[in-house]
């Protein structure tokens, strides 16, 4: 299309739906509608000096495989300006959104911090760790009542990814409940705006944290096991700080995600029985399930890249070191290659062209964990609860960037 359409300048002004977006109660219940508006402001840029922002599924897709962007930490001192000044007086400890974190290093320290772990997460060595979420699965639901009702999020979807990650990084399962506690704490650091007290909990929770790991670490030294995190340890190639930064990434990106892929999927279905009909009828339909709802809701919405030269975009001259917003739930609601794009349809047959995972040197390296757990999950909650109902209103998670439901109450009917 060629015109500077999807390339916003963020204005933070009360009432401006960018502002909305990132940090309103619209922006945390229902993101789309701003987003359109967003959208449709197109044919021009919007200068502010803060940010541009982009919901175009081409432009974000470019962005995020374009070596001239790269990313900087979550925690900005230019978007969390009211608390520069303080953020700047304490020491940061090592954490999952600054470096040395993969998720905020560019080429080559980021490569160097990726490749010792990918292995582990290649759809091969994913497809083995299947029987494994088969069991812990199983176990969930064994411990639901018969008929009756739980709170689908504490009691099913948040606990599937929790255990499965902690198993893999080697984390006895008595320390699942800590992290978390932790990860509550430290996700608000990846939304823009974080107040004070928010940022300090959440320091002081990485404190905790890197002590624990610390002690772990040292453990594993001694006596490594057959886990991620002592193949890392027993390697040698990285310092403390690193394994500290990898592994509280690896958990906290393991498991704060797909809570929600769970989740958002089954209040995604509930609202379109007809879809949970199909998948019903025909349990081979259940990764178009979880594809199409990677598009529909996905679990991030947003990510930024920075541009490293000035770089000319869409027309638009853009110097370097501006922050760029990508709108991932933006560029899968993109109506130029998504038709009708606010219907949940597990027959789309491009839903995989979403971009959830990101794209690009980033993309998730979860993803395909990601797929697996939800397929698996859903499936067997819906294998055993076929007549699983919503019982009110879920409770979104107080979050912008991770969008999904913190409650879910649900009548799970009588088992199959
Ligand atoms: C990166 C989404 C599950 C590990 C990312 C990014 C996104 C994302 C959007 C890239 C951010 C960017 O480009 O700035 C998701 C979603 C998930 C999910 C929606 C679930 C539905 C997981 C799981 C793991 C994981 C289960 C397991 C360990 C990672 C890691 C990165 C990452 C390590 C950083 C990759 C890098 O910087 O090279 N994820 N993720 N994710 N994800 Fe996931």
């Excluded at 044919?43 to 982009?54: C, D």
């Amino acid at each position: 299309h060629g015109a500077p359409r999807a390339v916003l300048r963020w204005q933070v002004r009360r009432g401006d739906p960018f502002a909305t977006l990132l940090s309103g109660h619209q922006g945390l219940h229902d993101p789309y509608p701003l987003i359109d508006e967003l959208r449709g402001r197109g044919g021009g840029v919007i200068k502010t000096p803060v940010s541009l922002a982009t919901f175009d599924h081409a432009q974000v897709r470019a962005i995020l495989r374009d070596p001239r962007f790269g990313v900087r930490p979550a925690i900005d001192a230019e978007l969390l300006a009211p608390w520069r000044k303080l953020a700047e007086r304490v020491t940061v400890p090592p954490n999952p959104v600054e470096p040395p974190s993969m998720l905020v290093l560019d080429p080559p320290e980021h490569t160097r911090m990726r490749k010792p772990v990918a292995s582990a997460f290649t759809p091969r060595a994913i497809a083995r760790l299947r029987e494994r979420v088969e069991v812990v699965t199983a176990e969930l639901l064994a411990a639901m009542p018969a008929h009756g009702s739980v709170d689908l999020i504490t009691d099913f979807a948040a606990r599937v990814p929790i255990a499965i990650i902690a198993d893999m990084l080697g984390f006895p399962p008595a320390d699942r409940e800590r992290f978390l506690h932790w990860g509550d704490k430290v996700t608000p650091l990846l939304d823009i705006g974080t107040s004070w007290r928010t940022y300090r909990a959440a320091m002081s929770a990485i404190e905790d944290m890197d002590a624990y790991l610390a002690d772990h670490i040292a453990t594993l030294r001694r006596a490594p096991g057959e886990d991620i995190l002592s193949t890392l340890v027993s390697s040698g190639d990285l310092s403390l700080r690193e394994l500290q930064a990898g592994a509280s990434l690896l958990m906290g990106a393991g498991f704060e995600t797909t809570v929600n892929l769970i989740g958002n999927a089954v209040a995604a279905l509930s609202a379109h029985p007809d879809q949970l009909a199909l998948a019903q009828q025909d349990h081979e339909r259940w990764p178009d399930v979880v594809e199409e709802t990677l598009r529909f809701d996905p679990p991030v919405q947003t990510t930024a890249r920075q541009t490293l030269e000035d770089v000319d975009l869409d027309g638009v001259r853009v110097r370097a070191n501006r922050t760029i917003i990508l709108s991932l739930a933006g560029a899968n609601r993109d109506p130029a290659v998504f038709p009708d794009p606010h219907r949940f349809d597990i027959d789309r047959r491009n839903a995989k062209d979403h971009v959830a995972f990101s794209s690009g040197v980033h993309s998730c390296l979860g993803a395909s964990l990601a797929r697996m757990e939800a397929v698996h999950a859903l499936r067997a909650l819906y294998t055993r609860y076929p007549n699983l109902r919503l019982r009110g209103e879920p409770v979104r998670r107080n979050l912008f960037t991770l969008h999904g439901f913190e409650h879910m109450p649900v009548d799970l009917g009588p088992v199959a």
